[in-house]
């Protein structure tokens, strides 16, 4: 099979690590993926479907491991989760990898926000890995409850009056919580939700 992408490479080496890293760890691999991509900058080659582990990725990673942000960076935040095992974080990259390219958003529940609720300045208080933040945006319009992953764990997603989604989605380890912190951030019933069907895509 013609290695068309990043992608491609990396399922080839999910097969058979040792004939492309030495040793097998997340942060060879890393140095491995760092040196493709400059590879393609220096050659001016531009992939048809690119790895996107600088944004999307990434970011998808921390919410993933449920780290507030995503500055650590995907290695050291796998790296985390197997307490700095570099064979085991490799073995877990590929497991993510793979629920990340086959993710599909379900929405288990939906809000449309009464404009008597919402604040003309909405301070969004995030509870995070070992830190609590509040920022500042103008008021969601709507509210999601939704899930993509095999984690118990669901994510709120606030989008504004056009329908474009606010900063980023929250994790919450159970659906009762997720639905009681909106209760008290927007003093809302949760008889007011609406609940999407459990047969979803």
Request: hydrophobic letters at 35%; proline letters at 5%.
């Given at each position: 099979m013609p290695i068309k992408d990043l992608g491609d490479l990396l399922q080839f080496i999910k097969?058979?690590?040792?004939?492309?890293?030495?040793?097998?760890?997340?942060?060879?691999?890393?140095?491995?993926?760092s040196g493709y991509q400059s590879a393609l900058h220096i050659h001016n080659i531009e992939e048809l479907k690119p790895f996107n582990s600088s944004v999307s990725f990434h970011?998808?990673?921390?919410?993933?491991?449920?780290?507030s942000e995503s500055t650590s960076g995907w290695v050291n935040m796998i790296l985390d989760q197997t307490d700095g095992n570099e064979e085991e974080a490799f073995e877990l990259f590929f497991k993510y990898l793979s629920e990340y390219e086959t993710r599909k958003e379900r929405i288990l529940y939906e809000l449309s926000l009464p404009k008597q609720?919402?604040?003309?300045v909405w301070k969004?208080?995030?509870?995070?890995?070992?830190?609590?933040?509040?920022f500042c945006y103008l008021p969601p319009a709507t509210v999601q409850i939704i899930k993509y992953t095999e984690d118990p764990g669901v994510f709120i997603r606030y989008k504004d009056s056009l329908g474009k989604t606010i900063e980023r989605e929250d994790y919450h380890s159970s659906l009762q919580k997720a639905l009681y912190w909106v209760s008290m951030e927007f003093?809302?019933?949760?008889?007011?939700?609406?609940?999407?069907s459990a047969r979803q895509p």
């Amino acid at each position: 099979m013609p290695i068309k992408d990043l992608g491609d490479l990396l399922q080839f080496i999910k097969k058979r690590p040792g004939m492309y890293i030495n040793p097998i760890s997340l942060n060879q691999l890393r140095h491995f993926i760092s040196g493709y991509q400059s590879a393609l900058h220096i050659h001016n080659i531009e992939e048809l479907k690119p790895f996107n582990s600088s944004v999307s990725f990434h970011d998808w990673v921390a919410l993933r491991t449920h780290y507030s942000e995503s500055t650590s960076g995907w290695v050291n935040m796998i790296l985390d989760q197997t307490d700095g095992n570099e064979e085991e974080a490799f073995e877990l990259f590929f497991k993510y990898l793979s629920e990340y390219e086959t993710r599909k958003e379900r929405i288990l529940y939906e809000l449309s926000l009464p404009k008597q609720n919402t604040p003309k300045v909405w301070k969004k208080t995030v509870e995070g890995y070992e830190m609590v933040e509040v920022f500042c945006y103008l008021p969601p319009a709507t509210v999601q409850i939704i899930k993509y992953t095999e984690d118990p764990g669901v994510f709120i997603r606030y989008k504004d009056s056009l329908g474009k989604t606010i900063e980023r989605e929250d994790y919450h380890s159970s659906l009762q919580k997720a639905l009681y912190w909106v209760s008290m951030e927007f003093k809302v019933s949760q008889e007011d939700w609406v609940k999407f069907s459990a047969r979803q895509p």
